[in-house]
């Protein structure tokens, strides 16, 4: 069983930057597929970033409308994955979710096996 526990979001002004990790356990999360999504009241879950890994190697994939300003990145060594959030503007204000475990298209959040609980970012004009 996989266990996913994100961490680092918080209250930031717009322009500020923001680090969110996701620590699993359980289970090695590769060649676990990895993803980042969030959810805004009132709005479906959206993909915003996603890991991959397959036997051409390892492959990142970011939503439109964060592409330039987040970066995700993973350490084997802790078992965690990060989403390096910058300029953040009020739009990115969302409860972020870690996923693990895509047996589908990585953008759909409905492929996705294992869930944290989510950490609220919260950006102000």
């Known amino acids: 069983q996989v266990q996913l526990v994100e961490s680092g979001g918080g209250l930031v002004q717009a322009g500020a930057s923001l680090r969110l990790s996701c620590v699993t356990s359980?289970?090695?999360?590769?060649?676990?597929?990895m993803g980042w999504f969030r959810q805004a009241p009132g709005k479906e879950r959206e993909f915003v970033a996603a890991?991959?890994?397959?036997?051409?190697?390892?492959?990142?994939y970011y939503a439109d409308s964060v592409k330039g300003r987040f970066v995700l990145s993973t350490d084997n060594a802790k078992n965690t994955v990060y989403l390096q959030m910058n300029t953040l503007s009020p739009e990115d204000t969302a409860v972020y979710y870690c996923?693990?475990?895509?047996?589908?298209?990585?953008?759909?959040?409905?492929?996705?096996?294992?869930w944290g609980q989510g950490t609220q970012v919260t950006v102000s004009s």
């Open positions: 996923a693990a475990g895509a047996s589908g298209k990585y953008d759909n959040s409905q492929t996705y096996k294992y």
């Open positions: 890991y991959t890994w397959g036997w051409s190697g390892s492959s990142t």
């Open positions: 359980g289970r090695t999360f590769t060649p676990y597929d």
